[in-house]
T-cell receptor, first 114, second 109 residues
Framework: DTAVSQTPKYLVTQMGNDKSIKCEQNLGHDTMYWYKQDSKKFLKIMFSYNNKELIINETVPNRFSPKSPDKAHLNLHINSLELGDSAVYFC?????????????FGPGTRLLVL | GQNIDQPTEMTATEGAIVQINCTYQTSGFNGLFWYQQHAGEAPTFLSYNVLDGLEEKGRFSSFLSRSKGYSYLLLKELQMKDSASYLCAVLDSNYQLIWGAGTKLIIKP
């Protein structure tokens, strides 16, 4: 019954590794997002996809690559992990991208890079 | 630049009323959201204002003044479970959400 789900919930890894975080929504929404929330609690948008197409791509290192195989899934792959990548990553979805749509958030993935 | 300001932390007493303010300066305005985030959890939607005035929803109310670039979230009859961070977010002219850093609300018995 979970609306927006993410896996894994916790991820501890070494610097330099490559890791992926998966996100799925069963709300039938067209738009999905990836956010990074750092230790200061700012939510920063990283990417947004609408119907599998990239519509927002903020200034994010190209080590981060989103992939949307279908509109219900938006995965995030991170290459060559760095210490500064440690944060909580939230996936979210909304009905569409063109209006004042409420975003529904996944439970978050707590990434710790050692 | 775009800016959302909220107090970092507030403390209130169980049963009391608290008002959390948010001021914003954004490129365009298409509405303002309030989200609640408990520690270690995801943000959850509380309210959306796009017209001036007060919107009441149970113990929570949200107010907007577009001319002043100002909103507040009013929480009445505070309960311990209301201890959380409250995030203000503004939808700009491109329909992108600009987030504040959140206000951590601590409720004391």
């Amino acid at each position: 019954d979970t609306a927006v789900s993410q896996t894994p919930k916790y991820l501890v890894t070494q610097m330099g590794n490559d890791k992926s975080i998966k996100c799925e929504q069963n709300l039938g929404h067209d738009t999905m997002y990836w956010y990074k929330q750092d230790s200061k609690k700012f939510l920063k948008i990283m990417f947004s996809y609408n119907n599998k197409e990239l519509i927002i791509n903020e200034t994010v290192p190209n080590r981060f690559s989103p992939k949307s195989p279908d509109k219900a899934h938006l995965n995030l792959h991170i290459n060559s992990l760095e210490l500064g990548d440690s944060a909580v990553y939230f996936c979210a979805s909304s009905q569409n991208s063109g209006g004042a749509e409420t975003q529904y958030f996944g439970p978050g993935t707590r990434l710790l890079v050692l | 630049g775009q800016n959302i300001d909220q107090p970092t932390e507030m403390t209130a007493t169980e049963g009391a009323i608290v008002q959390i303010n948010c001021t914003y300066q954004t490129s365009g305005f298409n509405g303002l959201f309030w989200y609640q985030q408990h520690a270690g959890e995801a943000p959850t939607f509380l309210s959306y204002n796009v017209l001036d005035g007060l919107e009441e929803k149970g113990r929570f109310s949200s107010f907007l003044s577009r001319s002043k670039g100002y909103s507040y979230l009013l929480l009445k009859e505070l309960q311990m479970k209301d201890s959380a961070s409250y995030l203000c977010a503004v939808l700009d002219s491109n329909y992108q959400l600009i987030w504040g850093a959140g206000t951590k609300l601590i409720i004391k018995p």
